[in-house]
């Protein structure tokens, strides 16, 4: 079962512009992370945002979590065509257990337009 | 270091064929995981192993499936008597968490995507 909902499910924008994503989560969390996709290819990590965090930034990233509403976004500042991909939100869930896997949103795709 | 590497990378099969998908993690990595994906959906989760042991397994994973990690270094993911329904990407993806409060983040492969006919 996947944890996390994106929203929107699709973006397109100019390059230049910012990006919006929003990711919606169930339950209580460890950590909140965003992996990048590029069509056909793996997942590569982001950014990472701890529970008793509420922002933070890296590069043209900039990630916020309301653990209240059990909701995070990330910001994409000034966009370039290279950014297109689909963005995927995950988290670290607060259970019992060693495994402490990843559960994974649907994803939002983003098209940047040069 | 290259990276996790998948092998292959695209294999088309035809119904009630058995496939087998090879992982190499990153060689420091202790934990090694499989995901699946479809089209327009999040990677969902398989299975997981922390060195050669198997200590997950989800509810997707049906007795069709079977992962290994023998000696834990590289993993298989075989699927018997294929499906239509199992036509998806099969991502591999190790950390190098060690527990705690730390933060597991995963490094994934490529992907092997499998076409069922």
């Known amino acids: 079962s996947q944890q996390g909902e994106e929203d929107p499910q699709a973006l397109s924008i100019q390059e230049g512009e910012n990006a919006t994503m929003n990711c919606s989560y169930k339950?209580?969390?460890?950590?909140l992370q965003w992996y990048r996709q590029n069509s056909g290819r793996g997942l590569v990590h982001l950014i990472l945002?701890?529970?008793?965090?509420r922002e933070k930034h890296s590069g043209r990233l900039r990630v916020t979590l309301d653990t209240s509403k059990k909701s995070s976004s990330l910001l994409i500042t000034a966009s370039r065509a290279a950014d297109t991909a689909s963005y995927f939100c995950?988290?670290?869930?607060?259970?019992?257990?060693?495994?402490?896997?990843?559960?994974f949103g649907s994803g939002t795709q983003l098209t940047v337009l040069p | 270091d290259t990276g996790v590497s998948q092998d292959p990378r695209h294999k088309i099969t035809k119904r009630g064929q058995n496939v087998t998908f090879r992982c190499d993690p990153i060689s420091e990595h202790n934990r090694l995981y499989w995901y699946r994906q479809t089209l327009g959906q999040g990677p969902e989760f398989l299975t997981y192993?922390?060195?050669?042991?198997?200590?997950?397994k989800s509810r997707l994973l049906s007795d069709r499936f079977s992962a290994e990690r023998p000696k834990g270094s590289f993993s298989t993911l075989e699927i018997q008597r294929t499906e239509q329904g199992d036509s998806a990407m099969y991502l591999c993806?190790?950390?190098?968490?060690?527990?705690?409060?730390?933060?597991?983040?995963?490094?994934f492969g490529a992907g092997s995507r499998l076409t069922v006919l």
């Open positions: 192993f922390q060195n050669e042991a198997q200590l997950e």
């Open positions: 945002i701890r529970s008793n965090e």
């Open positions: 995950a988290t670290d869930a607060a259970m019992g257990g060693s495994a402490r896997q990843l559960t």
């Open positions: 339950t209580s969390i460890n950590n």
């Open positions: 993806a190790s950390s190098s968490w060690l527990g705690g409060t730390g933060a597991n983040v995963l490094t």
